[in-house]
């Protein structure tokens, strides 16, 4: 189970560093392969290999909005290794997508992370927080 936030810089070729925190939990659940793909709010999932194997599967079997989704994450999947310097190197298109330049936030969300410009987050989280519903979920949780 991956959580919490790494405030992280891509360096002049793409690449991140994976935060030491998580290069032994990624090698000993994936041997240090990983999947990025696209998500719709214009960030990037990464997976570990066994994860993403299982979401690829969810997805190619989707009846409703199938092609979509299969177009959106299957078809930007881009399968990567951790290097000996413990990076990742994020290709050009998928940069691109989520508008991810230098300064980058990768955050833990269960069996997988999202990496996302930290500009970009931080007016995705201000926007979902204004939402009306929102403030109900929290009531709901005790907050």
């Known amino acids: ?19 030491a925190r998580h290069r032994d939990v990624l090698t000993a659940l994936s ?16 997976f570990p290999r066994p994860a ?3 979401f690829r599967e969810e997805i ?4 409703t ?9 299957v078809g930007s999947a881009v399968d990567v290794e951790i290097d000996s310097g413990s990076r990742v190197l994020i290709s050009p298109e998928l ?3 989520a508008g991810l330049d230098k300064d980058v936030m990768l955050l833990g969300t269960g069996h997988r992370f999202e990496l996302w410009d930290v500009q970009r987050l931080a007016a995705y ?14 009531m709901d949780l005790g907050l």
């Open 1 to 19: 189970m991956f959580q919490g936030g790494s405030a992280l810089t891509l360096d002049g070729k793409g690449r991140m560093t994976v935060p």
């Open 31 to 46: 041997q240090d392969k990983l999947t990025i793909t696209k998500h719709p709010n214009h960030c990037l999932l990464i």
């Open 52 to 54: 993403w194997e299982h």
């Open 60 to 63: 190619m079997a989707m009846k």
């Open 65 to 73: 909005n199938g092609d979509l989704f299969r177009r959106l994450f």
């Open 95 to 97: 940069r691109a997508w």
């Open 125 to 138: 989280e201000e926007e979902q927080l204004s939402k009306g519903d929102v403030a109900q979920a929290f």
